[in-house]
């Protein structure tokens, strides 16, 4: 496995990817099932993302609020398998100051997507080139920072 881009994430296809304008598109997952998770990667096996996989939604919300930039623009999760403690914990997204893209697979329910700001969401079946048809029409490349908090 490559070394990891931070503690607790393992970047694959880390090598000179770039969107048309030079900027790198970061994406973090977190996908615990199997079956999902290869679904995913094999939709981002393109030339512009760097994809992060994140293995706890404490994991993927300390890399997003805490790390130092340049941190993932866009979050991709699997909502079907985030318990209501987790669903609870990720808000901590948006209070701390991270406004990227979330893409979500699964049920998601209104308010949630609301109160999370998600903009996509997928759901089953999954089929090919969903994911990279929503992750290329984002034209979203900005770094994201984090704000300080008074």
């Given at each position: 496995?490559s070394s990891?881009?931070h ?20 994406v973090?997952?977190y996908?615990p099932s199997?079956a ?10 393109d030339?512009?993302?760097i994809?992060q996989?994140g ?11 805490e790390?130092p930039?340049?941190?993932p623009q ?9 318990n ?8 901590l ?12 697979l699964?049920?998601v ?9 998600i ?9 090919r080139?969903a ?18 908090v008074?």
């Open positions: 496995m990891p881009a503690p607790r994430l393992y970047a694959r296809g880390a090598s000179e990817r770039s969107c048309s304008d030079g900027a790198m598109l970061r973090l997952v996908a199997q999902r998770a290869s679904w995913i990667e094999a939709e981002l096996e030339k512009s993302v994809v996989i293995f706890s939604v404490d994991h993927i919300v300390s890399a997003l609020v790390d930039p340049p941190r866009i979050l991709i999760a699997d909502f079907d398998d985030i209501p403690a987790e669903v609870l914990h990720l808000h997204l948006r209070e701390q100051g991270w406004f990227g893209r979330i893409i979500a699964g049920n329910p209104p308010a949630l997507r609301s109160s999370l700001a903009e996509h969401v997928l759901v089953a079946p999954f089929v080139d994911l990279r048809d929503v992750i290329t029409n984002t034209g979203f490349v900005m770094k994201t920072t984090k704000l300080p008074l």
